[in-house]
């Protein structure tokens, strides 16, 4: 199929004429044809629909169109759509030219081919308007200074057609299907945002821990993630027991961030890390003048957490004094100031870590009976590593590729030895150790895999130390004396008496175990 003629008129502003009969309808159908697009978000049936229109409602004979739209990154095709009269069928569409498709995208501007060849179906009976030629108006569908698209409408030929007014009819058709294409291109960049937002995190997301993320697929932090669930929309005050660098921290940051107070803030106090005579002030704030050096007044960490959630690590090293004043806090929402009188309401929910035993302390009067029962409401065990074996790997995993951003190193993957070795650790340090050996490993990797030397010592001597799996009761008591020799070692840096004093025992038997043990203790000597 091809052109009769490939003649073009160049594009020239028309002289302004009164609007007759016909304009005025073509202007109710570009009406109609700007509701329809308006209401249909669906961009093949909407240009299909405008093809339709066009060609029952024009007042001048149509023989058919095409609507051609290119990918948002390049010039292939993203839709075509076609539509033809009943019985003429032009060999060839001005689009389906490659030469007309790069004038139109080179110049941006409506163009014309007067004279196109048409043929009669044979599914019709001829008429004298069948084998008329017909007239093809071309224009580019242009959205922020690029051609996106293209229109054509077909024509039966007439010598007296005005063609510029024509092409100006067609270039604010085009114009029109433009808006559709840039409404709907934002629609679609809106919901896949939205769905990025949901389904994953976004790259600033990823780029900063993600406090609500509790990695494993293990059937015990399974359990962790449901009482999760189960408590973060209330405000019920909640314990997290569990080993020290089990993740309790992590775990309170998962029920604020799941909680109504997600958007509020998160303050953490450390009872263990700041001192007896200091975490009363750091705690409930204190007045000016209440103790020397208190030179204006300090809001605390309570009411900075002050419509969030507070949360009180190593709750057990808390000194008694304070206890009374928090155990007030939780039963009244109120306290004062260091050195104040003024009542200070609060809207606070507290939650609680600790990993000592609150019932033998509580026996030994270290920890108050009526705090332990205000704060254990909800409380949540958080499971040692060890029991956790299926979700070493993920954690790996998940520290390697953290410490591999944020060292700015390029590592893909753990070795099987590696994998091996860090299975067969039994991690009295819990997820804390973990995260630590991966790190390490990561900074002294200079690959891009890393292998079995780049973890711990700790870590290297586990087959050799016992910590393996599936030992008899004997090996694994002899495992454990041997990990205890080591460790004594380690500390003494290989000094055997000191060790041996350390374990309690006498110089005579310790060197009995070294030997018996194989352990080299000079390469513990500084």
């Known amino acids: 199929m091809s052109f009769v003629s490939r003649a073009t008129v160049p594009w020239t502003e028309p002289e302004p004429r009164a609007l007759n009969h016909e304009e005025t309808r073509k202007l109710a159908i570009f009406c109609e044809i700007s509701q329809m697009l308006a209401e249909q978000p669906d961009l093949e049936i909407a240009f299909r629909r405008v093809l339709q229109t066009l060609a029952v409602r024009s007042p001048v004979g149509i023989a058919g ?31 389906r030219s490659a030469g007309v498709t790069r004038r139109l995208m080179k110049s941006g501007r409506p163009l014309v081919v007067p004279h196109a060849s048409g043929t009669t179906s044979s599914r019709a009976p001829a008429r004298r308007e069948d084998s008329r ?6 224009a580019p569908i242009v959205l922020a200074g690029r051609v996106v698209g293209a229109i054509s409408i077909d024509y039966f030929f007439d010598p007296d057609r005005d063609l510029h007014r024509s092409m100006n009819y067609i270039a604010l058709l085009a114009a029109m299907l433009g808006q559709a294409i840039a409404a709907h291109r934002r629609t679609r960049k809106e919901q896949q945002r939205l769905m990025s937002e949901t389904s994953e995190p976004s790259k600033h997301n990823r780029e900063q821990p993600d406090p609500a993320r509790l ?14 669930a189960q408590v973060a929309g209330s405000s019920t005050t909640v314990l997290l ?25 998160f303050v953490t106090v450390s009872c263990a890390a700041l001192p007896h005579d200091l975490i009363e002030s750091e705690l409930f704030g204190y007045e000016r003048g209440a103790f020397t050096g208190a ?17 009180l690590d190593e709750i057990g090293e808390l000194p008694l004094n304070v206890q009374v004043k928090l155990l007030r806090v939780l039963q009244q929402r109120e306290f004062e100031r260091l050195g104040g009188t003024t009542t200070i309401h609060l809207d606070v929910r507290v939650l609680a870590a600790t990993n000592r035993n609150l019932e033998k302390a509580m026996a030994s009067g270290d920890f108050r009976e009526d705090l332990y029962y205000r704060l254990n409401v909800f409380t949540i065990a958080i499971p040692p590593l060890r029991q956790r074996k299926a979700d070493i790997l993920l954690l790996a ?3 390697l590729e953290k410490f591999a951003r944020e060292h700015g190193k390029d590592i893909a993957r753990i070795s099987t030895p590696a994998i091996d070795m860090l299975a067969s650790y039994h991690w009295p340090g819990n997820i804390r150790e973990l995260s630590n050996a991966i790190e390490r490993a990561v ?3 200079d690959g891009g895999v890393v292998h079995s030397h780049h973890l711990p ?40 008496n000191t060790a041996a004093r350390l374990l309690r025992t006498t110089r005579r038997i310790f060197n009995y175990k070294v030997r018996n043990y194989g352990i080299d203790w000079h390469r513990f000597l500084d």
């Open 65 to 95: 169109g095409m609507v051609v739209l290119f990918s948002e990154h390049g010039h292939s095709t993203e839709l075509l759509v076609t539509e033809r009269h009943a019985v003429v069928r032009p060999r060839r569409s001005a689009l």
């Open 133 to 138: 030629e017909v007239t093809q108006v071309a």
């Open 295 to 311: 030179q204006m007044t300090k809001k605390g960490r309570l009411e900075l957490a002050h419509g969030g959630t507070l949360f």
């Open 457 to 496: 010592p700790t870590l290297q001597t586990a087959e050799s130390s016992g910590t393996v799996a599936n030992l008899s009761l004997s090996e694994m008591v002899a495992a454990v004396e041997k990990d205890a020799i080591v460790d004594a070692l380690k500390t003494a840096r290989g000094n055997r």
């Open 443 to 445: 900074v002294i990797c």
């Open 215 to 228: 990695v494993g697929n293990s059937a015990l932090i399974g359990q962790v993630r449901t009482q999760v």
């Open 241 to 265: 027991r569990g080993e020290s660098g089990t993740g309790k921290g992590l775990v309170a940051q998962a029920i604020h961030a799941n909680s109504p107070r997600a958007k509020k803030p």
């Open 397 to 399: 995993d998940h520290f």
